[in-house]
């Protein structure tokens, strides 16, 4: 049974920093790419980074140069470290692993970005 909990989401004042992990089990998780994903109320659900097995990464445009995704195979963890936090950062942030034609999520985890 594959599990995606993602852990280290709060508030934070903007300019801040958080560090998110996602912490996957029941799959070889050193095989497969990850993702993070956000979610504003009342928005669609985007993708923010992505790395590969190969820790090849990729960015959304809004968060170059701010945000960084790596992993840690041997702890089967993905981590989002999110500094200079803007307030439109904003939302539920959520881990994803494609294995096949089944895409896993996380239960996700909330990011406030206020004054």
């Known amino acids: 049974q594959v599990q995606l909990v993602e852990s280290g989401g709060g508030l934070v004042q903007p300019g801040g920093s958080l560090r998110l992990s996602c912490a996957v089990s029941?799959?070889?998780?050193?095989?497969?790419?990850m993702s993070w994903y956000r979610q504003a109320p009342g928005k669609r659900r985007d993708l923010v980074a992505s790395?590969?097995?190969?820790?090849?990464?990729n960015y959304a445009d809004s968060v170059k140069g701010r945000f960084t995704i790596s992993r840690d195979n041997a702890k089967n963890t993905v981590y989002l470290q999110m500094n200079s936090l803007k307030p439109e950062d904003t939302a539920v942030y959520l881990c994803?692993?494609?294995?096949?034609?089944?895409?896993?999520w996380g239960q996700g985890t909330q990011v406030t970005v206020s004054s």
């Open positions: 790395i590969t097995s190969g820790s090849d990464t």
């Open positions: 994803a692993l494609r294995q096949g034609w089944t895409d896993y």
């Open positions: 029941g799959i070889i998780f050193s095989r497969y790419a």
